[in-house]
């Protein structure tokens, strides 16, 4: 069955160091995200991206973050500066349609020290 | 902001038994999807609901979007050592490259 598939599994920085998390979308999918868990709590939406552009972000994705597709296989996500409050697991998703075969990635946990 | 909860928070079961969950929302949700999340891995879809009053069922999983399209229920009968978890239910609506809301999860914990 196809993957999302993301890299490094985990990752730890020091607070300040750029982090750069990568996933490899379902190759037929069009529409990529991320989102983000902290420990113990509830999954959060972080930006969508379609048709090589942003199409929507949360407020908890500010002048820090950025989203790159480089090529036609690889979206990544960028933290310039990262901070103690940045540790969480990061999810990347994409779909094929807008509400259909929405998959998961098995995350990215960034340990921010 | 769309809040979805989800209750309960968290139960422990006899392996046999059967669950039922419930999520609901603050606002309108087109679509429904529950979720079942294992320790250190991503959300994997359980069931997806398209329209209101919709009842899906998938194996031992059944849920239902509920007809106000605020609300969504998961039942799990029979539940075997393997469902231990946390399941999330999650909203979407219609738009380009549109976003889940998730819920506050409930964990799931069987005995045997």
């Known amino acids: 069955e196809p993957e999302v598939t993301q890299t490094p599994s985990h990752q730890v920085t020091q607070m300040g160091q750029e982090v750069i998390l990568r996933c490899v979308p379902i190759s037929n999918h069009l529409y990529f995200y991320w989102y983000r868990q902290i420990l113990g709590q509830k999954v959060e939406f972080l930006v969508s991206?379609?048709?090589?552009?942003?199409?929507?972000k949360s407020e908890i994705f500010d002048d820090q973050f950025s989203v790159e597709r480089p090529d036609g296989s690889n979206f990544t996500l960028k933290i310039r500066s990262t901070k103690l409050e940045d540790s969480a697991m990061y999810f990347c998703?994409?779909?094929?349609?807008?509400?259909?075969?929405?998959?998961f990635g098995s995350g990215t946990r960034l340990t921010v020290v | 902001g769309q809040q979805l909860n989800q209750s309960p928070q968290s139960m422990f079961i006899q392996e046999g038994e059967d669950v039922s969950m419930n999520c609901t929302s603050s606002s309108i949700f087109n679509t429904w999807l529950w979720y079942k999340q294992d320790p250190g891995e991503g959300p994997v879809l359980l069931i997806a609901l398209y329209k209101a009053g919709e009842l899906t069922s998938n194996g031992r999983l059944t849920a239902q979007f509920g007809t106000t399209r605020k609300d969504s229920f998961l039942n799990i009968s029979a539940s075997i050592p393997s469902d231990v978890g946390i399941y999330f239910c999650a909203g979407l609506n219609t738009g380009t490259a549109s976003k889940l809301t998730f819920g506050t999860g409930t964990r799931l914990q069987v005995t045997l």
């Open positions: 991206f379609y048709n090589n552009e942003i199409s929507e």
């Open positions: 998703a994409s779909s094929e349609l807008e509400q259909t075969g929405y998959t």
